[in-house]
């Protein structure tokens, strides 16, 4: 059975930090995708980040700066490093990961940006 796990989600003031991590199993991370979406309510779920079984990376425009996405696969562990963070970064954030027809999605770890 597949199982991605977050945790580091949390409440911080604007300009702070928190580190996003994703522990994954039941499956070969190394061979997979991985990605962190946010979701804020009444609002459709959306990519920040990802970074491919190879290690090429993309960023959302709106974190690009900020964030940096890394992985580890000996640990079989995902991160997302966020920094600057802005109060419309407030969101659920999904870990994900992906090969072929495979995706999965973790259950999500609140992050609340406020003073």
Known sequence: ???????????????GSLRLSCVASGIIFSDYGM??????PGKEREQVASMSSGGNTYYADSVKGRFTISR????????????????????VYYCNTYMGRNDYWGQGTQVTVSS
Request: charged share 15%.
């Open 35 to 40: 990605g962190w979406y946010h979701q804020a």
């Open 72 to 91: 580890d696969n000996f640990r079989r562990q995902g991160n997302l490093q966020m920094n600057s963070l802005k109060p419309e970064d407030t969101a």
């Open 1 to 15: 059975q597949v199982q991605l796990v977050e945790s580091g989600g949390g409440l911080v003031q604007p300009g």
